[in-house]
């Protein structure tokens, strides 16, 4: 595994906002002091998002792809992004940009002494919906899971590929990543980053893929909580 921070960006039906990503991204790997790379994954788009995406593979050296057969969700496009980078460091961002690639720079100032450095956004630009349906999702999570973070579905983290290829993916637990991470008896810190509206796109969860199903899905983790193996080796003989 090398040195380096690959940033997986699932992509579904988000072809209006490809140029700016690559514009961005391009922009942070040019100036960002640690090696630096982009992995796409399509999780089967059906808006030619799948041929943008080649286009800027093709022009840029530091962007490659992974395109599924169908569209497997969110919790599967980030678990096909563990298990396929191959540094030391994994990155995370949605193809909206609703966050700031450059804020990675202030997760990378702590994951040397963390196994998930995640964002929290302290100045959210969302609709007052929106935002009360995440508000009333993190409490309820933060009651279930006890892992203290206020923001889970920040769509901007960094972990140790190490343990992100350790976490048991289920469809609905990518709000669960912090608390997936202490069940390993890992390390996670929330730091403040930047927020900025949705400028192109349709966003991909409402009501009830924001807050009915978090709510069955905390159940879920309280079950694999209750079932979950962990140990550690004493001795070798």
């Known amino acids: ?38 992995l ?25 792809f992974i395109a599924f057969d169908t569209n ?9 992004g563990f298990d396929t980078v191959e540094t030391n ?3 995370y961002i949605d193809a909206d940009l609703q966050t700031d690639p450059n804020d990675f720079d202030i997760l990378l100032e702590y994951i040397e002494d963390y196994d998930l450095v995640t964002g929290t956004r302290t100045n959210r630009k969302d609709s007052f919906l929106k935002n009360a349906s995440s508000f009333i999702a993190n409490s309820v999570r933060r009651l279930f899971t006890k892992d203290g973070m206020d923001d889970t579905g920040c769509p901007l983290k960094i972990l140790k590929t190490e343990t992100a290829r350790r976490i048991p993916m289920f469809r609905g637990l990518h709000r669960f990543l912090p608390a997936m991470v202490l069940l390993q008896k890992g390390t996670i810190k929330q730091v403040p980053v930047s927020h900025f509206p949705r400028l192109a796109g349709q966003a991909k969860f409402g009501l009830w893929n924001r807050l009915i199903s978090p709510l069955l899905d905390c159940f879920a983790f309280s079950w694999m909580k209750w079932k979950y193996i962990n140990y550690r080796i004493n001795k070798r003989g």
């Open 1 to 38: 595994m090398t040195k380096g921070l690959t940033i997986i960006i699932p992509v579904f039906n988000e072809i209006e906002n490809l140029d700016r990503v690559e514009e961005q991204l391009s922009t942070y790997i040019s100036n960002s002091k640690f090696p630096c790379n982009v």
């Open 40 to 64: 796409f994954i399509d999780d089967g788009s059906l808006d030619g998002s799948l041929f943008k995406i080649e286009e800027i593979c093709n022009r840029n050296s530091a962007f490659n």
């Open 89 to 91: 460091l994994t990155g």
């Open 72 to 80: 497997y969700g969110l919790s599967a496009a980030i678990k096909a």
